[in-house]
């Protein structure tokens, strides 16, 4: 396993991420403690979660993955200092978190304890904004016209981001978490966060994960440049596609179980014409190098300039297997090359 260091924050984390937002929906206690440990055993110490999982978010799941976090933390109390635990913030829309309304500060100070309590652990490493309070163009809504920037009270943002900023700093001091990220955020918004840091001394984010693979791939190069020269590390989320590039979907198979079978959400699951044909293409690139289409997508997330480390998820240890793989892989000049006209033929088809 190879390691990087995250942003600004000195921590040592694996290249591979894992997510969690399958546990407590499409994995049980069992199967994650199963994928917890496996991760472990390949050197993996970074594990990403959520106040909102498991997805698709429902009041009847929401928290659900923290606990069987927790469960595993409480039974395995020797290793927490061996994981670099990250977990999200709700941010405004979803009814049964806060009312839906907008992170604060206050809101900031309670949803760190409450998490604290889930996950059964006194610190947690990076406290994440999971997304902004203004309207992002992530979740599909990427395409020019599908919102209205001009439309945002920027003074008002900027003052809750510096209020979000004075909470955060509150629970540093407090020692209930070590460092705080974003997450489906946009350039301003981190500029704007390390700008207000900078003036009012208060900490900086670290990192941001953003939807980022082979068929969506909008933040290159220009959010990347910028994370890349503020020390903000980039993690790639969703870097299949939602399994997408596994070719599973393909010729219109939905594998039983799969998560295109659950409810849609945030239009995700962009299929068209165009990312069946790239996803085909990509497909064919795998098989001529003797890998697999997943393995693929995941090692050429890998080596993009700037990617800290890829959030993979799986709901079997096999699958979990085949991903980790990946990062073992160095991708041949072939196979580079031939992924890079497939994706000028296919530009932005997600």
């Known amino acids: 396993m190879q390691y990087s260091i995250l942003g600004s924050s000195g921590l ?29 055993s390949r050197g993996v110490n970074f594990i990403d979660t959520a106040e909102m999982y498991a997805v698709p978010p429902t009041p009847g ?36 978190i806060r009312g839906g309304a907008d992170i604060t500060g206050q809101a900031i ?59 955060l700093s509150q629970c540093m001091d407090a020692g209930k978490i070590r460092h705080f990220g974003l997450s489906d955020d946009t350039p301003w918004g981190i500029h704007q966060y390390c700008r207000l840091a900078e003036m009012h001394n208060l900490p900086k984010p670290v990192s941001i994960q953003n939807e980022f693979n082979l068929l969506h791939f909008k933040d290159w190069p220009y959010l990347i440049e910028h994370c890349v020269h503020s020390e903000v590390a980039y993690l790639p989320w969703s870097p299949l596609a939602g399994g997408a590039l596994s070719g599973k979907y393909l010729n219109g198979a939905m594998p039983e179980g799969s998560r295109w079978t659950l409810s849609q959400r945030n239009g995700l699951f962009r299929q068209n014409a165009k990312t069946d044909a790239a996803i085909a293409r990509f497909v064919e690139i795998a098989h001529e190098h003797n890998i697999t289409p997943s393995q693929l997508a995941l090692a050429w997330c890998n080596q993009v300039d700037g990617v800290t480390s890829t959030i993979i998820g799986a709901t079997s240890l096999a699958q979990l297997t085949e991903d980790i793989d990946a990062f073992e892989i160095g991708l041949s000049e072939a196979a580079v090359v031939a992924i890079t006209e497939t994706l000028k033929e296919y530009p932005s088809p997600f």
């Not at 040592?12 to 472990?40: F, K």
């Not at 889930?118 to 992002?136: A, G």
């Not at 395409?143 to 510096?162: K, N």
């Open 12 to 40: 040592n984390v694996s290249r591979v991420c894992l997510g969690s937002m399958t546990w407590g929906r499409q994995n049980n206690q069992q199967e994650a403690n199963e994928q917890i440990d496996y991760a472990l």
């Open 61 to 96: 799941t929401y928290g659900t993955t923290e606990t069987i976090i927790g469960h595993w933390l409480a039974a395995n109390a020797n290793k927490r200092a061996d994981i670099i635990l990250a977990t999200k913030i709700a941010g405004n829309g979803l009814s049964w």
């Open 109 to 167: 100070t309670a949803s760190v304890e409450a998490s604290l309590a889930r996950l059964q652990t006194d610190y947690i490493d990076v406290y994440q904004l999971h997304w902004p309070n203004r309207t992002s163009p992530h979740f599909g809504k990427h395409w020019p016209g599908r919102i209205q920037f001009s439309d945002v009270d920027t003074e008002a943002h900027i003052d809750q981001m510096l209020e979000i900023l004075e909470a």
